[in-house]
């Protein structure tokens, strides 16, 4: 029987070159989930082209909280979509 050796897990891929900024504000006001509506924010773009993203009050201020509310992964389009409709 031969023997089991251990593998080093490959490093996970990193973005090189993400195209929305951390820091980038965008709306939300599409889509049938009533929760994702509103300002949300680039929080992490690593992992590009999906991007962490946190919740903006209305007041500016950018929630700390890590419930599915608060943070969220947005596919690159639909931010770009998001930040279409803005304009």
């Not at 891929?13 to 965008?26: D, H, I, T």
């Not at 992490?44 to 969220?72: M, Q, T």
């Not at 992964?73 to 998001?82: C, D, L, P, V």
Request: charged share 30%.
């Amino acid at each position: 029987m031969p023997k089991k050796t251990s593998v080093d897990k490959p490093a996970k891929a990193k973005c090189k070159y993400p195209l929305v900024p951390v820091g980038q504000n965008f709306i939300v006001d599409f889509g049938g989930q009533p929760s994702l509506h509103g300002t949300w924010q680039v929080a992490e773009n690593d992992e590009a082209p999906f991007y962490l993203c946190k919740r903006v009050f209305k007041n500016g201020i950018v929630s700390r909280k890590k419930s599915a509310d608060h943070r969220r992964k947005f596919f690159e389009r639909e931010i770009y979509r998001a930040l279409g409709e803005q304009a």
